[in-house]
């Protein structure tokens, strides 16, 4: 019988491929319910809503100031801007510390932030359409926060 090692713990491999309610223990530590998390006053969504955006922060297509749940942040290669606009080196050079700001280091080369858009639950949808249809050199950061689907630990 082999052995197989995991993490430094040897591992008997009979034990290693059952199911976790035959094993005996709790492997992931204790669970959490939804509505316990933050003694009961926030779901996920509602803290992610209240506490990640800036505020004042509105939605980009209903203009609603709470219930905000998605942030896309679009960034397109520095050289492209460049190619595309030609004075775009001359607003690098006004103010170059406030252009590092918007810089952004990538596996894909040097990136400038160009768009930061914000929207609520429904609206959502409607924001990924519209961004799915830009230009491919374009990269888009989508982040929805928590949702209904996702384990939270």
Same mark, same amino acid.
């Given at each position: 019988?082999?052995?197989?090692?995991?993490?430094? =713990?040897?591992?008997?491999?009979? *034990?290693?491929?059952?199911?976790?309610?035959?094993?005996?223990?709790? %492997?992931?530590?204790?669970?959490?319910?939804?509505?316990? @998390?933050?003694?009961? &006053?926030? *779901?996920?969504?509602?803290?992610?809503?209240?506490?990640?955006?800036?505020?004042?922060?509105?939605?980009?297509?209903?203009?609603? &100031?709470?219930?905000?749940?998605?942030?896309?942040?679009?960034?397109?290669?520095?050289?492209?801007?460049?190619? @595309?606009?030609?004075?775009?080196?001359?607003?690098?050079?006004?103010?170059?510390? =406030?252009?590092?700001?918007?810089?952004?280091?990538? =596996?894909?080369?040097?990136?400038?932030?160009?768009? &930061?858009?914000?929207?609520?639950?429904?609206? *959502?949808? %409607? @924001?990924?359409?519209?961004?799915? =249809?830009?230009?491919?050199?374009?990269?888009?950061?989508?982040?929805?926060?928590?949702?209904?689907?996702?384990?939270?630990?």
């Amino acid at each position: 019988m082999s052995i197989i090692k995991l993490d430094t =713990k040897l591992v008997d491999p009979k *034990t290693a491929l059952k199911s976790p309610k035959k094993m005996k223990g709790n %492997t992931r530590g204790p669970v959490i319910h939804r509505r316990k @998390l933050f003694g009961g &006053t926030y *779901t996920a969504q509602e803290y992610h809503a209240a506490f990640a955006f800036a505020p004042g922060a509105r939605c980009s297509g209903c203009g609603q &100031t709470g219930g905000l749940q998605t942030r896309a942040v679009v960034f397109a290669p520095l050289d492209k801007m460049n190619a @595309l606009d030609p004075d775009f080196e001359a607003i690098m050079c006004v103010d170059p510390m =406030k252009f590092q700001e918007v810089l952004m280091p990538t =596996k894909y080369g040097p990136m400038v932030r160009i768009s &930061t858009v914000l929207a609520c639950v429904s609206c *959502t949808p %409607t @924001l990924a359409k519209s961004l799915a =249809k830009l230009p491919d050199y374009l990269l888009v950061d989508f982040n929805y926060g928590p949702g209904k689907d996702k384990v939270i630990g």
